[in-house]
């Protein structure tokens, strides 16, 4: 493993206005010759920051229920429910600031006791130098704790090989219709 270099790229709320500086190239070929020039890659901290969008009411959901135990209703922590996203991801908390990009997977109630969500997610950036890559992102979300830590498992595009770490905090939470705006600070090494 290489010595990190400590070099924070951008700041978080900057992150997604910054135009495009170069984009990746796909395909088999370039990845393998990605890989050939990895010796000589620094490892890079790069620190985002966004709202997340969950939203289970109204007309057009961003996140629906997939499937649940026959005990969820039952549970006090919904036990075995699943929910499908593809939430919006904002540069600033309103709803109509900036999209950045999109979480799409899946969360579950993972808890029989206590509130644990497990989280497997893709973070698909659709703006700024990030456009067309993705984080994928595995952990536990105990929701109503103030701050959930989960990691960052790897990544495509500009975040090949990363790893990282997660911060969830929700910024808004309707209890009625389940509806939440969740702050995310993410920090990723790559390359
Ligand atoms: C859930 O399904 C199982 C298997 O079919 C059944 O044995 C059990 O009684 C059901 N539980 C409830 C709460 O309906
Ligand atoms: C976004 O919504 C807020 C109210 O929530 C409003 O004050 C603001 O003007 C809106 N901005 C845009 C760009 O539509
Ligand atoms: C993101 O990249 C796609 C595909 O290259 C392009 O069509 C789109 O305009 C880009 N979006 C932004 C906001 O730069």
Known sequence: MGKLAMTLILLCSMVMVLPAVHGIVKGPKAVEEWFQKLSHKKEKLTKLCFYFHDTLSGKTPTAVRVAQANTTSISPTLFGVIYMMDDPLTARPEPNSTIVGRAQGLYGSAGM???????????????????????????????????????????????????????????????????????????????
């Open 113 to 191: 006791e206590d509130l644990g969500l497990l989280m497997t997610m893709n973070l698909v950036f659709t703006a700024g130098k990030f456009n067309g890559s993705s984080l994928s992102v595995l952990g536990r979300n105990p929701a109503l704790e103030q701050y959930r830590e989960m990691p960052v498992v790897g990544g495509s595009g500009v975040f090949r090989l990363s790893r990282g770490i997660a911060t969830a905090k929700t910024h808004w939470f309707d209890y009625t219709t389940g509806d939440a705006i969740v702050e995310y600070q993410v920090l990723v090494i790559h390359y």
